[in-house]
């Protein structure tokens, strides 16, 4: 059966950060200057408005800052996954991703519960990074 | 404007038929961007998310949140205009109404509504002539955090809304003793609690105490969103909170008039706010009877 929910809108913001997930790879911006890591991506550093930067790759590792869990969806294609739980996730380097949590029931996910990026190979060039519980 | 003279009136309107239309609903999705891949949709999902980690930061959740939806609702009782007022809410109801995005339930969540309001802006001085007796402005003041949801640090508190009243109070010259009554804007039950605690109304985690026994209803001592707000009277953004705590100073609100009918303060001052984006802008207004 072909995915049929919304796919990443590549933008030049965002375009470097899908294709490391294409590769199973978490990438980010830190800023040459001041050390801090762009996300949201942005053209220049929102602390010190430097442009040079460097690419970090995440070691997939954090927490769960905080969750919801979805007991309706305005999408019919997530209708078949009710209940999901979606999450701002803290990864170790600062950054925070909004993915979903994965490998545990509702119910069982915390704030501040540690997890690790489980990959989801949507579409042939398309990876998500969710998250599951790391015991 | 006025002050520099280059206009004598100003009009402040909003109409929408969002509820007969799809097109609120098809906004919220639009502004959804990436996060629609993972399922994430709207603003109750965003506004669910700052509501859960203030449940693991601080005494929070359903048990606070049902005193601000019943209380509300008995003011929309009391309105003619609002959406609910032929429909009661017991405690029952408001923990039997089904969960949408966890931590909320379909009572934590604001209307969508058809209609308008509008206000008229002027000098004291012209006011003086009109046909209704005036409101004054005693203070204002805003405070916008305005960041990513992924960098947001005020889903918590303090949000927008502790700087904007601090600037509010300062320029009236008053303390929150002073305050008979408070239209906050309330897109969810949530946003009423972490403005007020903002507001220093009560200490983080004290909200549930602050609520309950029927603080915010008719008869309370602190009587908050007397039309029943845009959870239970109608969604016409800030004016919803603005033009109630007019119409009150005013003293033209009906069955639902502040005072001794409903056993409360005849208000001299009340407390406004507005809110906008995830908690990402905060306007705070202080109005007073002329
Ligand atoms: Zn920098």
Redesign the pocket.
Known sequence: MSYDKPLPVKNPDTAAFWEGCRQHELRFEQ??????IRWPPAML??????RQAERIVSGGRGTVFTYVVYRETPHPAFRGDLPYVVALVELEEGPRLLTNIVGCLPEQVRCDMPVVVAWEDVAEEVSLPKFRPAF | MLDAGLCNYVLVSYGHNGRSSDSFLRMMADMGGDDQVFGHFGAASCYALAARRAMHTFRTGPETWKHIAVGQRKWANLNPRAMFQRQPMSLDDYYNSRMTVEPFRLFDNCLISDGGRAYIVTSAERARDLRHPPVLIMGTGQHNPASDLQTADFMTGSTGAKKAAERAFAVAGIGLGDIDACEIYDCFTYTVEITLQDYGFFGPGEGEEWFKGGTIEPGGRMPVNTSGGLLSEAYFMGLTPLTEAVMQLMGRCGERQLGPQTNTRTPQIILCSDNGGILQTHACHILRRA
């Open positions: 800023c040459g200057q001041c050390g801090y550093c929102p602390r010190c408005h430097s």
